[in-house]
């Protein structure tokens, strides 16, 4: 399943934004999700991950309190909303169907940049 990331743009530090992503098929509500973002030169990390029937969410320590991850099976959509963003949340986010412990699987569709300004 190849999901699609969306909602990105420029935000001051401290400021809020929220992502989307767009699943496809009957089987999107079936998977736990996730998001991943990446930088240059570096890996792409995990950031959260949402169980198949969103009751399970987890999240990476740099985020925890700040981002919300959630989901609308009946839309076959996904969202992160990003609130008291840093610099250091600069990066292309992707969105991906993954494992119950955040592995992710399947392709990687096309990204989104966030970049946050101080």
């Known amino acids: 399943v190849q999901l699609q990331a969306y909602g990105g743009g420029v935000v001051q530090a401290g400021g809020s934004l929220r992502l989307s992503c767009a699943g496809s098929g009957r089987i999107f509500s079936t998977y736990p999700v996730g998001w991943f973002r990446q930088t240059p030169g570096k890996e792409r990390e995990f950031v959260a991950r949402i169980s198949w029937n969103g009751r399970s969410t987890y999240y990476t320590d740099a985020v925890k309190g700040r981002f919300t991850i959630s989901r609308d099976n009946a839309k076959n959509m996904m969202y992160l909303q990003m609130s008291s963003l840093k610099s250091e949340d600069t990066a292309v986010y992707y969105c991906?169907?993954?494992?119950?412990?955040?592995?992710?699987?399947?392709?990687w569709g096309q990204g989104t940049q966030v970049t946050v300004s101080s």
């Open positions: 991906a169907t993954t494992t119950d412990r955040g592995i992710p699987t399947g392709s």
